[in-house]
């Protein structure tokens, strides 16, 4: 089991407060030294420490247990999205945002000339909004078209049907932004 860094945790919740040390230990009902030692990782705190500081920072106490630094939960690097779907497919999608665990979900679309997302239109729960970052593309949305170029934007409403199609001689690169995540 990985070890949870109580002191840091405190720390970071004290500067974020603006807080000295002090400050906090006095609102916590504990002693400055006592309070340093925490932080230094020189002693634990006990639950109900950990309570008073919790209502001191006025922070709810999972968040001391909670590892919100982890790089891999809130970062995607270059080169590290997953791909969505079949990669062996000519449309490919990948995701950009770490997971779909949060409420909005966000990917890049690459279309190459000639080719359509789906043979027909389809739908999703969620809303979406794209942004054609290279090329142009053709969006089919309940039965109408429309032509965008780079730069141009589209907001698609839940549960309305469209699909992509790239009738240009270079590829295209969409981005585009779903809630409720629904990939």
């Excluded at 906090?24 to 340093?36: F, I, W």
């Excluded at 995701?95 to 909005?104: A, E, F, K």
Aim: glycine residues 6%.
């Amino acid at each position: 089991m990985e070890d949870i860094n109580l002191g840091a945790r405190v720390r970071q919740f004290r500067n974020m407060r603006g807080l000295s040390l002090r400050e906090l230990a006095a609102r916590a009902g504990t002693t400055p030294s006592m309070l340093s030692q925490m932080e230094n990782n020189g002693v634990n705190p006990s639950i109900n420490t950990l309570k008073s500081l919790a209502a001191a920072l006025q922070v709810p106490l999972f968040k001391f247990f909670q590892d919100e630094n982890k790089e891999e939960k809130v970062i995607v690097r270059k080169g590290k999205y997953k791909i969505i779907g079949r990669p062996e497919e000519e449309v490919v999608y990948q995701l950009l945002t770490p997971d779909v665990s949060s409420m909005i979900e966000f990917c890049s679309m690459t279309v190459p000339p000639g080719q359509v997302s789906s043979e027909r239109e389809m739908e999703h729960a969620g809303e979406e909004v794209a942004y054609v970052m290279a090329g142009a593309v053709r969006i089919y949305m309940e039965g109408k078209e429309y032509e965008l170029g780079e730069g141009d934007c589209v907001r698609i409403p839940p549960q309305c049907p469209h699909r992509w199609e790239n009738h240009e001689e270079e590829e295209a690169k969409v981005i585009f932004a779903i809630t409720p995540p629904s990939f």
